[in-house]
Nanobody
Framework: QVQLVESGGGLVQAGGSLRLSCAASGSIFGINAMGWFRQAPGKEREFVAT????????AYADSVKGRFTISRDNAKNTLYLQMNNLSPEDTAVYYCARSSTSGINTNKGTYAYWGQGTQVTVSS
């Protein structure tokens, strides 16, 4: 059974940085694309970033491009999201997810496995 466990969330001031991690277990990690999504109160869950199975390709939502960096370490079965220059608009629960594809994938409907989420709160 696939398990994804996020960590690294917290409270940070605007302009600060956080690094999220997602530890995967229960299946071979290095064959599926992975993604980060977020959900703010009263809003739908939205795409943040995706990375291909080998880390060779990445894609970002326009709102985070240039500030967030997605990466993965297949030897450690871990996905990361480095978040810099955070703003209050980035406040949300952040989820990692495993895609059904090997290539980058922005469609949340094709992600079969999800973590429980980690809260990120950015104060102004």
């Amino acid at each position: 059974q696939v398990q994804l466990v996020e960590s690294g969330g917290g409270l940070v001031q605007a302009g600060g940085s956080l690094r999220l991690s997602c530890a995967a277990s229960g299946s071979i990690f290095g064959i599926n694309a992975m993604g980060w999504f977020r959900q703010a109160p009263g809003k739908e869950r939205e795409f943040v970033a995706t990375i291909s199975w080998n880390g060779g390709s990445t894609a970002y939502a326009d709102s985070v491009k240039g500030r967030f960096t997605i990466s993965r370490d297949n030897a450690k079965n871990t996905l990361y999201l480095q978040m810099n220059n955070l703003s209050p608009e980035d406040t949300a629960v952040y989820y990692c997810a495993r895609s059904s594809t090997s290539g980058i994938n922005t469609n949340k409907g094709t992600y079969a496995y999800w973590g429980q989420g980690t809260q990120v709160t950015v104060s102004s």
